[in-house]
């Protein structure tokens, strides 16, 4: 299975602040998904990022407060812009190798804290 | 929209009791069905999946079959131990191509000695 690098593992941000987050995988891969676990509860789809397309956004987030770049098939950015507290979340990055039996990898996920 | 629909948590049990975590799914087609474990300052990690209707999948002493006549997927475990204690994640994916994983609310498990 694949496996992903993730940071910052963690980070603590003034608010109005913005926050890059980077996911590497150690093999092509179609495509990238981030995730959002807010406080205690289930992960969120955020938005799925196809290399060399614009990201697909779920409903309920936009591309001005989380844009994404996945500049190759290897890599991508999060970024949580103009923060508030009630970014403060764990936002993780995953993906599915090639093959259909196969599960999804996640990353470590980077806990956010915004003061 | 498809939706996963878990048992609330926590539970809690003694070391070597039984282990059942309801896992109930809606989908429009025919989807992969996973279980996640969650330890404590972890990420998430792949417990087991079942692609097919009747399939069961296992791992780490854990089960769950892929029932389409009831739409469940319910974990199970014969015998846990203070190790599992963690939050369990039932999700879906539709169809075989590289579509989202869609989660339910999570059942978290302790187990005391």
């Known amino acids: 299975s694949a496996v992903i690098s993730q940071k910052p593992s963690r980070d603590i941000c003034q608010r109005g602040t913005s926050l890059t987050i980077q996911c590497q995988v150690d093999s092509q891969v179609t495509m990238m998904f981030w995730y959002r676990q807010q406080p205690g509860q289930s992960l969120t789809l955020i938005a799925t990022a196809n290399q060399g397309s614009e990201a697909t956004y779920e409903s309920g987030f936009v591309i001005d407060k989380f844009p994404i770049s996945r500049p190759n098939l290897t890599f991508s950015t999060l970024t949580v812009s103009n923060m508030s507290p009630e970014d403060s979340s764990i936002y993780l990055c995953s993906v599915r190798p090639p093959g259909i039996s196969g599960g999804y990898t996640f990353g470590s996920g980077t806990r956010l804290t915004v003061v | 929209g498809d939706s996963v629909t878990q048992m609330e948590g926590p539970v809690t049990l003694s070391e070597e009791a039984f282990l059942t975590i309801n896992c109930t799914y809606t989908?429009?087609?025919?989807?992969?069905l996973f279980w996640y474990v969650q330890y404590p300052g972890e990420g998430l990690q792949l417990l087991l999946k079942?692609?097919?209707?009747?399939d069961k999948g296992s791992n780490k002493g854990f089960e769950a079959t892929y029932r389409k006549e009831t739409t469940s997927f319910h974990l199970e475990k014969g015998s846990v131990q203070v190790s599992d204690s963690a939050v369990y994640f039932c999700?879906?994916?539709?169809?075989?191509?590289?579509?989202?994983?869609?989660f339910g609310a999570g059942t978290r498990l302790a187990v005391h000695p």
């Open positions: 989908a429009t087609g025919y989807p992969s």
């Open positions: 999700a879906l994916s539709e169809g075989g191509g590289y579509n989202k994983l869609i």
């Open positions: 079942a692609t097919k209707a009747d």
